[in-house]
């Protein structure tokens, strides 16, 4: 089945779902919510191939949706994509798109941890640098660190494209110990879940396209029908977060073997290096 964003030159038979219609249906929920959200994150894969043709279609998505959305990228992304189909700027760049801001009272702290042509993340030397420097500011504020990658949790070479690569996330753990973080919110891996990383509550949402069936683990990752968005409330107690599941009967989407996954990643990093 052929899935789109409508629009005849974005057909993509990639998608196990129709995330052009799941993405307005959410927005409007958003909209009609009471009282409304202070702001918005999308925590990356913002488009499945990170073409500029998909970053303005996401663009022209957004449009009249008037409230502060932060964003970060993630591994479908591409740094030049966002840059020119998203910013309209005139020219891309493959300098991470890192960032911060003070909304509502919070910093929001964002990091691309997007690794190009690679499916798990990372974060180079200088993206620390960013990250301290902005620690630094704001003492006064709660801080919420946005990554598409979340740490990583075990130490096992075969899964760690599901998160930050170990050597960064060993350091993004130095840094971050005895710092007051509210909370890290993240995307990637296509399912709810919720970890007390060395203190931190760590937020992956499950997002709009597939879930990861976590019944399944083993050599195999099993696409489900099932998406959400997650409703974030944060107290002087710590952050809340609810989940907004919409409906899904667990039908299941696709299978990809983890021997697959890696194939497919060299072969897409072979193709671009040639
Ligand atoms: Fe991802």
């Known amino acids: 089945m052929r899935r789109s964003c409508r629009s005849p030159e974005l057909q993509d038979d990639k998608l196990r779902s129709d995330t052009t219609t799941t993405l307005r249906t ?12 202070s702001f918005v994150i ?5 488009t499945n191939h990170g073409d500029a043709a998909s970053f303005r279609a996401l663009g022209a998505m957004m449009e009249g949706f008037d409230i502060p ?14 840059h020119v189909g998203f910013l309209q700027a005139a020219d891309g760049t493959d300098k991470p798109h890192d960032h911060d801001k003070v909304i509502d009272g919070i910093h929001v702290i964002t ?30 504020l709660p801080k919420i660190i ?28 130095a840094l971050l110990k005895e710092r007051a973080i509210a909370g890290i919110l993240s995307g990637h891996i296509h399912q709810d879940r919720f970890t007390h990383w060395h203190g931190i509550p760590l937020v992956v949402g ?23 968005f997650s409703l974030c409330a944060l ?14 009967d667990r039908r299941e989407l696709g299978v990809v073997t983890l021997d697959q996954l890696h194939a497919n990643e060299s072969a897409r990093a072979a193709l671009f290096a040639a």
């Open 235 to 248: 107290r002087e107690s710590g952050l809340t977060v609810t989940c907004v599941p919409l409906p899904s």
């Open 111 to 140: 990091l691309d941890t997007s690794n190009p042509l690679r499916i798990g993340g990372n974060l180079v030397p200088a993206q620390f640098d960013f990250l301290e420097a902005a620690l630094d500011t704001h003492s006064d």
């Open 69 to 82: 959305v932060v964003w970060a990228l993630g591994n479908h992304d591409t740094r030049e994509g966002f």
């Open 206 to 228: 499950m997002g709009l396209h597939a879930a990861l069936d976590p019944l399944h683990s083993g050599d195999s990752i099993h696409s489900l029908q099932g998406t959400s």
């Open 146 to 173: 946005v990554m598409h990658h979340a740490p990583a949790l075990d130490a096992d070479p075969a899964w760690e494209w599901e998160g930050l690569s170990f050597t960064a996330t060993e350091r993004l753990a």
């Open 42 to 46: 999308a925590s990356g894969d913002l």
């Open 26 to 37: 959410v927005l409007a929920m958003i909209r009609e919510m009471t009282p409304r959200p």
